[in-house]
């Protein structure tokens, strides 16, 4: 990572103690308070001295560059062992499946471009299908980052490659022309740098309360969409609002002896009941698993205490789900509130450390789940009222302790549909992506330097659209080695789960 140097005219003792003063909560930088708007900007014109924007075109492996290969394989080590091959099933299906669950690959990668030494609450693993619209507590719709797994502070840098990247690598499954693919990258990264621009000119409250509501989505860019492309936004729109716990209990369950039961789909959906060997037929589960919500309970505010008091454990099953978290515990549970039409699907996903850990060093959290939880506090305009997180002392199926963090199984959430994009949708989306992260990056870094820095030129818009085409040439030949290995048998898939 790059050093920081004293921007002129700044003590640089004093910028120092400012850049290098961590947060003992979060780890993140604190806010350079001692130093004035104008001194921040000077900060992020150094950074800019020290480190060029044209300098964030290059992507070169280097000679010592480890197997992508082998630390896929490595990280599949702590994985439930019988659903690692669902994994690669699944990253195999396409160069852009496969990018999506490289993220540790590309972080390792991204440890060796340039950095500004400008930290922010990364999201670690920022690609387009990363962000989707979900309910907030107020049940408006909005449009945010919805995935924190590997989530750490680091260079604000990487998650814009990230995102740069892998918009290259799914529109070019979508046989876009090299001219369109330009055109995507560019507004992305434009969209970015103009956005991290605004709320520099804003005061932190402003940055803070900022969000992107649907509704006015909708308002600002109707007007850009073809009729055809407003009325599939419209009908997903409205699909979203349906997408609850209700319908979960519709769609998951089925009754026995009376009560909802989460129905078997294995290897997809396995019922707890239906994992337990015989070592474990003689335990209180549901007393243990009453224990771990309890616990879980403390976690969250006092008043989202109270509400949760009010449903009981039902049922719990294993769920896989996504592709680069396939193989992490992630259990659904069931709880039902005045009565059996009134549920609860509450999501357990086991939160392991960040891939980001090995190169922007270890998190202050001594809980994986409290670091996820966290982050995305930090991040998201505003957060699900029933993420909280808890450690598994004891784990069913290796006896070993886990971290988890819990949310709701589905709250309006809808993610659109990245294949079925034409050109001048795909470059929509990548700017409200674009603009998106960089709110989210605003709330936790040094949103005036980082703007500064970034500056009013198109040089940092170049800049990433070319690393965005190189890396994801890098991609294409990881994807084939990935196969290679597949098919060599020195890694096992099972495809079509």
């Known amino acids: 990572m790059a050093a920081t140097r004293a921007p002129s005219g700044v003590p640089a003792g004093a910028v120092r103690a400012v850049v290098f003063a961590r947060s003992e909560t979060t780890g993140l930088e604190k806010p350079p308070r001692r130093l004035s708007p104008d001194e921040r900007r000077v900060r992020g014109k150094a950074a800019r001295a020290e480190v060029p924007r044209e300098s964030h075109a290059t992507w070169s492996p280097p000679a010592d560059r480890p197997d992508p290969v082998a630390l896929l394989a490595g990280q599949g080590k702590s994985r439930v062992a019988d659903l690692v091959p669902v994994r ?149 729109v409205a699909k979203a609002r349906t997408r609850d716990s209700m319908q979960e209990l519709r769609k998951l369950t089925r009754i026995e002896n009376g009560r909802p039961q989460i129905a078997p789909d294995p290897p997809v959906i396995v019922p707890l009941r239906d994992l337990l060997g015989e070592e474990h037929k003689s335990l209180d589960i549901e007393s243990l698993l009453r224990d771990l919500i309890a616990e879980y309970r403390r976690t969250l505010q006092p008043d989202r205490r109270v509400l ?142 980082i703007a500064s820095y970034l500056g009013n030129s198109v040089a940092f818009d170049n800049a990433i659209a070319e690393f965005a085409v190189a890396y994801a040439d890098q991609n294409a030949r990881d994807f084939q080695a990935f196969t290679g290995a597949i098919a060599s048998g020195r890694l096992d898939a099972e495809r079509g789960v």
């Not at 396409?94 to 972080?107: K, N, V």
């Not at 621009?197 to 940055?207: H, I």
């Not at 659904?332 to 509130?337: A, D, F, K, S």
Request: charged share 25%.
């Open 88 to 236: 690669y099933g699944r990253m195999m299906e396409t160069p852009f499946t496969y990018y999506r669950g490289a993220a540790l690959p590309m972080a390792s990668d991204l440890a060796h471009t340039p950095s500004t030494g400008l930290i922010v609450q990364a999201c670690g693993d920022a690609h387009l299908s990363n962000f989707g619209v979900f309910g907030s507590a107020e049940r408006k719709l909005v449009f945010d980052v919805n995935d924190f797994d590997e989530t750490l502070p680091a260079p604000w840098e990487w998650d814009v490659k990230r995102l740069a990247a892998s918009l290259e690598v799914a529109a070019r499954e979508s046989s876009f022309s090299d001219k369109e693919r330009k055109k995507i990258l560019l507004a992305t990264a434009a969209r970015y740098r103009m956005a991290m621009r605004q709320f520099a000119g804003m005061g932190d409250l402003d940055v803070w309360y900022a969000m992107v509501d649907v509704d006015d989505l909708r308002t600002q860019f109707g007007g850009l969409l073809k009729q055809g492309q407003r009325t599939a936004l419209d009908k997903g």
């Open 308 to 449: 949760l008091e009010q449903f009981d454990f039902t049922d719990m099953a294993r769920k896989v789900v996504g592709v680069g978290s396939v193989g992490t515990r992630c259990w659904i549970v069931l709880m039902l509130g005045r009565d059996d039409e009134d549920p609860l699907f509450l999501q357990i996903k086991e939160a392991e450390e960040s891939v980001l850990c090995a190169y922007a060093g270890t998190s202050t959290y001594t809980n994986e789940g409290e670091r996820v939880v966290n982050g995305q506090r930090l991040m998201q305009a505003t957060s699900d009222i029933f993420l909280g997180w808890q450690r598994n002392p004891v784990g069913l199926d290796d006896g070993r302790s886990h971290d988890f963090y819990v949310r709701q199984l589905r709250d309006w959430k809808l993610s659109l549909d990245i294949g079925t994009m034409i050109p001048r949708g795909m470059r929509l989306y990548g700017e409200l992506c674009g603009f998106t992260l960089a709110r989210a990056h605003a709330r936790s870094g040094d949103e005036i330097a």
